[in-house]
C-alpha cells in the first residue's frame, strides 16, 4: 500500500503506528497491556518478560516464507516454583504510553479499544503448561485457583487503568472452544472463570457504566453464551463460521449482544475467491448484521496464506 511507519507491530495495536488501520478505513483502534504483547513476531527464539519461552517457526505459503512464534517454555511447569513467582509489574506508566497518546490524538475519530486479552485461562496456561494446567483444574483445584489468579489480577489492573484513561471498551477472553467443542467443561468454565470474569466486567463498569465489554474466545461456546450475558457482555468476538452458525447466534443473543468479526479466515479468505468473499461479507450483513450490532471484519489476524485479491474483495465490499 505504500505505507512507511511499519517498524515494530503488536497485532494487538501495542508499538503500533496505525497507519495501515486508518488508511483502510477501520472504526476500531486497539491498544494492549497484558501478556498478549508477549507475542509478535520475531527473527529468534526469546523469553518474555512473564518468564515464558517463545520458538521461532517458519512456514510456506505460496505467497512466500512466514513466521509465527509457540511456547516452549513455562516458568511455572515445576510446582515449587509457583510461590515464589513475581509477576511483571501492571502499574508501569510506560505500559500505558501507547494508551494515553491514542485516546489524545485519535479519540475524537474512532472507537478506542483497550485489549487485555488472554485474561485469564491462556497466560495461565502459558505459564504452567497447557496439559498440567488442564490436570490442575481436575486434580488441583487450589493450585490451579493461585494461578489463574496471577494473570486476573494483573489484566484487571490494566483493564481498569485503560478504562479511567478513556478507552470506550475493554477487550477480554480466552480461548476456551474447540472447533467442534469447548475444550472444558461449561461446569468447569462456571467454577474457575464465570465468578472471576462477573468481577471483571463489574468492576470496569462501576468506573465508567457506559464502557462497552468484548470477550473473545475462538471455536465452539455456545453454552456459556448466556452466561457471558448473564454477567453482563456487550460483544461476542470473533463468530468463527466453521464452529457456530451466525444466522442463529443472531437469532438468539441479536437483542443482547452486538457481535464482532464473522469473516472466515479458515476457509473463505485463504483458500475462497473473491466472489467467494464478497458474498460471504454480505451474507454476514444480511444476517449477523440485520438492524445492526455487527462489527464486521476477519475472525482473527489475515495470515500470508490469504491472497492479497481476497483481502481487497473484503474490505472494498464492506465499504461499498
Known amino acids: 500500500m505504500g505505507l512507511d511507519g511499519q517498524g515494530e507491530h503488536n497485532p494487538h495495536g501495542g508499538g503500533n503506528t496505525y497507519q495501515l488501520e486508518r488508511a483502510l478505513d477501520e472504526d476500531l483502534l486497539l491498544t494492549s497491556v497484558g501478556w498478549a504483547n ?69 479519540g475524537r475519530e474512532y472507537f478506542i479499544v483497550g485489549a487485555t486479552v488472554t485474561t485469564i485461562f491462556e497466560t495461565a496456561w502459558a505459564l504452567r503448561g497447557l496439559e498440567q494446567m488442564m490436570i490442575d483444574l481436575v486434580e488441583n483445584p487450589e493450585l490451579a485457583e493461585a494461578i489463574l489468579d496471577i494473570p486476573y489480577r494483573y489484566h484487571l489492573t490494566a483493564a481498569k487503568k485503560l478504562v479511567e484513561l478513556g478507552v470506550d471498551m475493554i477487550w477480554t477472553g480466552d480461548d476456551v472452544g474447540g472447533q467442534s467443542a469447548m475444550m472444558i467443561s ?51 468476538n470473533p463468530i468463527q463460521p466453521a464452529c457456530m452458525d451466525p444466522a442463529w447466534l443472531k437469532q438468539e443473543y441479536g437483542d443482547r449482544l452486538c457481535f464482532w468479526g464473522s469473516i472466515d479466515e479458515q476457509h473463505t479468505l485463504p483458500f475462497g475467491t473473491p466472489a467467494d468473499v464478497r458474498k460471504e461479507v454480505l451474507t454476514r450483513l444480511d444476517t449477523l448484521g440485520k438492524g445492526g450490532g455487527l462489527i464486521i471484519g476477519p475472525t482473527h489476524h489475515v495470515q500470508l496464506d490469504t491472497p492479497t485479491e481476497n483481502f481487497w474483495a473484503m474490505v472494498n465490499t464492506i465499504r461499498q
Not at 217 to 234: A, F, H, K, R
Open 186 to 236: 461449561p461446569k468447569m468454565w462456571r467454577r474457575f472463570f464465570k465468578p472471576r470474569m462477573a468481577e471483571f466486567f463489574a468492576e470496569l463498569k462501576h468506573i465508567n457504566p457506559n464502557v462497552k465489554i468484548a470477550y473473545h474466545s475462538d471455536g465452539v461456546i455456545q453454552p456459556i453464551i448466556p452466561d457471558l450475558i448473564e454477567i453482563g457482555l456487550d460483544v461476542l
Open 38 to 106: 508477549s507475542y509478535y513476531q520475531s527473527n529468534h527464539d526469546y523469553t518474555d518478560e512473564w518468564g515464558v519461552g517463545w520458538r521461532v517457526c517458519e512456514y510456506q505459503t505460496p505467497f512466500g516464507r512466514g513466521i509465527y512464534t509457540e511456547i516452549h517454555g513455562h516458568p511455572l511447569a515445576n510446582d515449587d516454583a509457583i510461590s515464589g513467582y513475581r509477576p511483571p509489574n501492571p502499574n508501569r506508566p510506560e505500559l500505558y504510553r501507547d494508551s494515553v497518546r491514542l485516546v489524545r490524538e485519535y
